[in-house]
């Protein structure tokens, strides 16, 4: 079945260092590709999505590319902040059949001063 | 405007007894989702209503959890016999609808379940 790999964690960096985290896929389709993130005593919010191949999705400074021929869909952010602390989870969905989410198991990131 | 809403947002039971976790979905989205998410893990998907009928309950992982969405908007996850390893936070999510860009799952805080 589908399933999604995201790089262990937890991850620590200073502020304005430059972010990646890895997610990789296996799929039978083309999913679309997604990254949640869940701060602190929140509830998990969608950060950036793309749903075909070569698509970039992008928000809050944060990048993804929907790469097919590495079946990756890595973060980035070039100048991380203490507020981006959290944990990411990269997930996919197929657009064509079941409507669920399947999440990778997540990536704590911890931006210190 | 409002988010997805869950009620309780802790619950605390001895095992073998009856849990029901409520979801209130964003008013309009005609698309809820179930997802259990254990300590360290992503969440991993139960079931999916679209209006008021179950799409699919691949996830469901066993008789002792079921789900219902009577009219089309909040929807209730039922837990029999609860057992130790039911322990988890559970998730819903609501969609406007399953096509194009409106499948957007928008999540609600969770119920953290916890049996003892």
């Known amino acids: 079945g589908d399933s999604v790999t995201q790089m262990e964690g937890p991850v620590t960096l200073s502020e304005e260092a430059f972010l990646t985290i890895n997610c990789t896929y296996t799929a039978t389709g083309y999913p679309s590709l997604f990254w949640y993130v869940q701060y602190p005593g929140e509830g998990l919010q969608l950060l950036l999505k793309a749903t075909k191949a070569d698509d970039k999705g992008s928000n809050k400074g944060f990048e993804a590319t929907y790469r097919k021929e590495t079946t990756s869909f890595h973060l980035e952010k070039g100048s991380v902040q203490v507020s981006d602390s959290a944990v990411y989870f990269c997930?996919?969905?197929?657009?064509?059949?079941?409507?669920?989410?399947?999440f990778g198991q997540g990536t704590r990131l911890t931006i210190n001063p | 405007g409002a988010g997805v809403s869950q009620t309780p947002s802790n619950k605390v039971t001895e095992k073998g007894k009856y849990v029901e976790l409520r979801c209130d979905p964003i008013s309009g989205h005609t698309a809820l989702y179930w997802y259990r998410q254990s300590l360290g893990q992503g969440p991993e998907f139960l079931i999916y209503?679209?209006?008021?009928?179950?799409?699919?309950d691949s996830g469901l992982p066993n008789d002792r959890f079921f789900a219902v969405r009577p009219e089309g908007s909040v929807s209730t996850l039922k837990i029999q016999r609860t057992e130790r390893g039911d322990s988890a936070v559970y998730l819903c999510?609501?969609?406007?609808?399953?096509?194009?860009?409106?499948?957007?799952?928008?999540f609600g805080p969770g119920t953290r379940l916890l049996v003892l």
């Open positions: 997930a996919l969905s197929d657009p064509q059949g079941a409507q669920k989410l399947v």
């Open positions: 999510a609501s969609s406007l609808s399953t096509s194009g860009g409106r499948r957007t799952q928008y």
């Open positions: 209503f679209q209006g008021t009928g179950a799409a699919d």
